[in-house]
Each structure stands twice: as C-alpha cells, then as structure tokens.
C-alpha cells in the first residue's frame, strides 16, 4: 500500500511536470477536441429539443402513451375496455387516433375539453359543445376524403360511416383527416362498427405498461400474449425519432470522429518521442518506457476530460445565450 502510494505521488508529480512541459501541444489536441464536442453535442442538442419540443417537452412525455395494434388493429370492445382503464389515470386529452371505419381508414377524434385542435377552414361548421359531450354521430370530412368518397353529398346531408348515418357538417380545406366526437366511441354510440389502429393519449398521471395489462387481463381473461394491442412509452418514440433525425448526420460525425482520432494518435507519437528525451528526468525513480507511456495516457485522459467538460460549458453558455 505503501509502495503503490509512493508511486501514485511520484507519477502525478510527473504528469504535472509533463503536462506543463508539453502545454503547448496540449492546447492544440484539446481546441480540436472541444471543437468536435461541441459541434457533436450542439447538433444532437438541438434536433433533441425540435423533437421532445413536437412531443410537448419532458413532463409530457412522461404522463403520454402509445398504443399500437398487434395485428390488424384494435376492436371498438377492446378499446372502450383500454379507454375505460386509462380514465383512472385521467385523460386530459387525445393526441392521436386512427380510426378504421369504413370506407375512411384514419379518421380523428376531438373531445369535449379541446379547442378546435386542427387548424382547419372548414366549409360548413365545427362541433358544438353539445355534440362533443353528447358524442352525437356528426362528422367534419378532410376535403381528400370528401372528393375520394362522398363529393356527390353537400353540407347538412347524412352520410354512411361503418353503417351508421352520419351527419356532414363541414369540409376542411387543411385538415390532414376527417373528424368525429370523441364522446360517440367513448359512449360506444357506434356499436363496434370501427377498429381503431393507433393511439395516443395523455393522462394526468404517469401510466404503467404492467398495471395496464393486468388490468386488461383481469377484465377480459385474455393472456398477454393475446392481446390485441402493444403500448409503447413515448420515451422510445421519442428516441427513435431522434436517431432518424441525426442519421443524416452520420457521415459527416464520422469523418469529424477519424480526424479527431487521428489528431489525438498523432499527438500520442510526438509526444512519446519527443518525451523520450527527456526519460533521465524519471529514471531515477524507476521511470521506463511503460511509464511514459502511462504519463501521455494520463495526459490525453485530462485533455479529453477537459474539452469535454469545456464542450459543456460553451453548450449551456450557448443555450443561455439563445434564450
């Protein structure tokens, strides 16, 4: 123990000695490095906050769930069971859904608490307050799906969804799907003529994949490995998205990591055989070429440790800055 102290002490007092010595090639190895870190960290950074940003932010992701079909898609009784267990946790609202019902195959939702969520110029009319509590069979069409299947209707006439008459009370010339009451498949007005195919939705609590499936399995008897439905944590959305944000990006990091890396090896000859010149300084207390050779490893871990620690710092300024 003693001897490993002693060593310890004499191999830092070196390594001070050689940093100092070797100043300025330690600069130039940790500007390239804070460089690259930084570039790295302020790309992943900012295409991060552009996607937790579309999803609401951290505390959003947290308390907003994904369900996806496990085969053709989810049955309406399955889904007012998942809908029914979810309401214990709170649903603030719906982010999104697909709904499956004939001959429209994504059909949206709008429940009673939002403002008109869709940013559409609508032809006709919105909901009323009345209709979306009621969850009365009425129906906002996107202008695709008006001229595919009902451009022969006019706004006020009743239209087939699923076999089911609906009223058309308005066209929308910006809306990316038609839109029905989220209260007629809450109330289960449409007596299993859909299927819905994804889902998302926010809670005012954080919801556990486990406890839904027990849940489910309690009320229904089906295994697990039966269920019709898959949930995913946003969270994995969330990074996946990211990750084919940045993929674009790839070559480009790869190329800035192999210069990098060739900087720092370059940096590791130099400074081995310039040092080894210098080797009588630590002879004396046992000094050999593995121990130069740890003094620029200890050396290039500062360095690195540094400009990381540096990219760090320029990161937050900059983001501090922007604000």
């Not at 998942?82 to 609202?93: D, K």
């Not at 982010?95 to 006709?124: A, H, M, S, Y």
């Not at 990098?260 to 050999?288: D, E, M, R, W």
């Not at 070429?289 to 200890?298: M, S, T």
């Amino acid at each position: 123990m003693r001897n490993s102290t002693i060593y310890l002490k004499g191999y830092s007092k070196l390594l001070i000695k050689y940093i100092l010595y070797d100043l300025k090639i330690f600069f130039y190895i940790l500007s390239i490095l804070v460089a690259v870190f930084f570039y790295i960290s302020l790309l992943l950074q900012n295409e991060a906050d552009k996607i937790l940003e579309e999803y609401g932010g951290l505390e959003e992701i947290k308390t907003t769930t994904a369900i996806e079909p496990s085969y053709n898609g989810i049955p309406q009784k399955d889904l007012q069971i998942l809908l029914n267990i979810f309401n214990e946790y709170g649903i603030e609202r719906i982010n999104e859904i697909w709904i499956n019902i004939q001959p429209l195959t994504t059909v949206g939702v709008q429940c009673p608490e939002d403002t008109p969520k869709f940013d559409r110029k609508i032809e006709g009319r919105d909901f009323t307050n009345e209709e979306l509590t009621a969850g009365d069979k009425v129906v906002i069409l996107s202008l695709e799906d008006y001229k595919c299947y009902f451009s022969d209707y006019h706004i006020g006439d009743f239209i087939s969804l699923g076999n089911k008459d609906f009223q058309l009370i308005g066209v929308s010339y910006t809306a990316k799907q038609s839109v029905i009451p989220f209260n007629c498949i809450y109330n289960n007005n449409l007596s299993n003529s859909f299927i819905c195919g994804h889902l998302v939705l926010k809670t005012k609590f954080p919801v556990k994949k486990s406890l839904i499936v027990k849940k489910y399995d309690q009320q229904t008897g089906i295994e697990q490995s039966d269920i019709p439905f898959v949930i995913n944590p946003i969270f994995w959305m969330v990074m996946e998205d990211i990750f084919n944000k940045i993929r674009d990006y790839v070559i480009s990091i790869i190329l800035i990591i192999v210069f990098c890396s060739f900087a720092v090896f370059q940096t590791c000859h130099i400074l081995y055989y310039k040092n080894l010149k210098h080797q009588p300084a630590f002879l004396y207390t046992g000094g050999s070429k593995n121990f130069l050779k740890l003094i620029i490893g200890g050396e290039l871990f500062t360095i690195i440790t540094i400009s990381i620690i540096l990219s760090r710092i320029l990161l937050w300024g900059e983001m501090l800055w922007g604000k």
